[in-house]
């Protein structure tokens, strides 16, 4: 069971963040409710997780006692539980639905709260959760009336209807990351469509209601634009033998999704939009999995933090507190400074995100927003992940041999971090998708812009501020620099740079972020700012007094 007894409670940039940027009725709901759930994810959600990864893991019953092949996962109890508990908060359904107590609807910046708390706990349990969250927002963007009315008030259900669990299948064996190379065929029968072929890594399967499958029509072209995108029910399908799990995969991590291999044999599905745009329909779906894991690289990175910090405020080494050594203090306030900052940088994502991905908002958002935004995703995705995994090594590094045993939360923190860097995306993939927006819509030049203009409104004359601002203009130009001479280059050398880029900008980004902290915050926002701009720019000099130490009583201890 963990450590902390409320993880909202334990946060309090989030709280911050939240007040900052929402409608004062929907903060003050926003915020009783996740007190509550911050709590249930700190105690039983929690509990329950420790059981799902070691004895309680999603199993595959493929025949039933007379020998028939049936193809159900079994779920443990606990599990089950906890599905309820989280789905009932609307975690997905606010999304898109009035919440009663308000009359109106949420948005993604209460369901990523949520969602964050949960991967404190269990970032298994929050995969099913995103899935969900993009099928709704396919179904509730493309689908026709009649599909939409059957199925979206399911998927959105907070209690009142039975829950359909999404699930998104686009990786075939053969194609991975080139879905272009998909062969799952689909055939036209009246009103609906027969699915037939394997997806190679579908999670979910078994758990969920519905399925988002891409599939290649008859006489479709080959490659991305021949691909179109159905909603095919699960449980109709499985119990008329129409589709099969091979199956479950043996996962490091993340042991509570049921991650399969299905074959499709003349399933039932129903066509979303219009034919051959499946691709570009799933590729919206996909930045919302990758904001999603980006969050849920937060939740680890914030957990293995809190892990950290009571084991270092409770263990003697050598007649003291192991807080009292300046290495460990060092540690901790790298971590939370790093942490708080990514924290605020990925919540100005999430705002992008309800302009640019909002059913209301959607159609009158910018050419700069949207373009932002697929960069900034991209960007972020690479960072957090790669981060949540550091976080999660000091972690057990601070634990000594403790943080090695299973006993300990440590060791699945690692293992669930691990995933995070390959779901959505690879550091390779991500790295290819900025270098495109770079050389289709000169993103780079957007990009540094934008950052000059946000360093430009910060008024501050402190001698501090106007020394770090100059520090990030000259980075930023630099960039720029880069970029222009990259473009010139062969293919083969933009590709090799790619990460590098969008490394920096990661960097840039989230600096410009704690610079507005540094000016417009309050003192611990400062002290955060300053940790974290000192930690990144400035790593390598030799400074008399480290500010990671004279910060740390204020950002770790206070």
Known sequence: ???????????????????????????????????????????????????????????????????????????????????????????????????????????????????????????????????????????????????????????????????????????????????????????????????????????????????????????????????????????????????????????LGVRAVPSAEVEFEGAKGYLVGKENQGFYYMIEALNLSRVSNAIASLGIMRRAYLEAKKYAMERDAFGEKLTNYPMVQATLSKLVAKQEVEMNTMYEVIQIMDRVMGLETKETATDKEQLLFRLYVAIMKKETAEQAIHFAHEAIEMHGGNGYIEDFVTPRLLRDAQVLTVWEGTANILGLEVLRLIGKYQVGDLFADEMKQRLAKLMDHKDSVIAWKGVLEEEIDQLVHTINNLMKKSSNFQTYYCKRIAEKMATIFESVVAMEMLVGGGDRQKAISEVYLQTVWKADEFDMEPVVLDKFSEIVIG
């Open 1 to 251: 069971m963990s450590t902390v007894h409320n993880f909202y409670r334990q946060d309090p940039n989030l709280k911050t963040i939240l007040e900052k940027n929402m409608p004062h009725d929907f903060f003050e709901w926003a915020d009783r409710e996740l007190d509550v759930f911050g709590a249930l994810c700190a105690g039983q959600i929690d509990e329950r997780a420790i059981h799902t990864d070691r004895e309680g893991q999603p199993r595959l019953i493929r025949y039933d006692k007379m020998g028939n092949e049936i193809s159900k996962v079994w779920l443990n109890e606990g599990y089950k539980q906890t599905v309820k508990d989280t789905y009932h908060t609307g975690i997905v359904g606010y999304v898109h639905k009035e919440i009663p107590e308000l009359g109106y609807k949420g948005n993604y910046m209460y369901s990523f709260a949520q969602a964050y708390l949960l991967s404190h706990a269990e970032p298994g349990f929050y995969c099913p959760v995103t899935l969900t969250k993009a099928t709704a927002y396919l179904i509730d963007h493309y689908a026709s009336a009649e599909v939409k009315a059957e199925f979206l008030p399911h998927v959105l259900s907070t209690g009142e209807v039975e829950l359909y669990e999404g699930a998104t299948f686009l990786t075939e064996r053969q194609g991975g990351s080139d879905v272009g190379a998909n062969e799952v065929k689909a055939v036209r029968e009246g009103d609906i469509y027969r699915i037939t072929g394997e997806k190679y890594f579908a999670s979910n399967a078994g758990a969920c209601g519905v399925a988002m499958v891409l599939a290649r029509l008859e006489g479709s072209p080959s490659g991305l634009n021949g691909l179109s995108l159905f909603l095919v029910p699960w449980e109709e399908n499985r119990s008329n033998e129409l589709l099969r799990i091979r199956r479950l995969k043996d996962k």
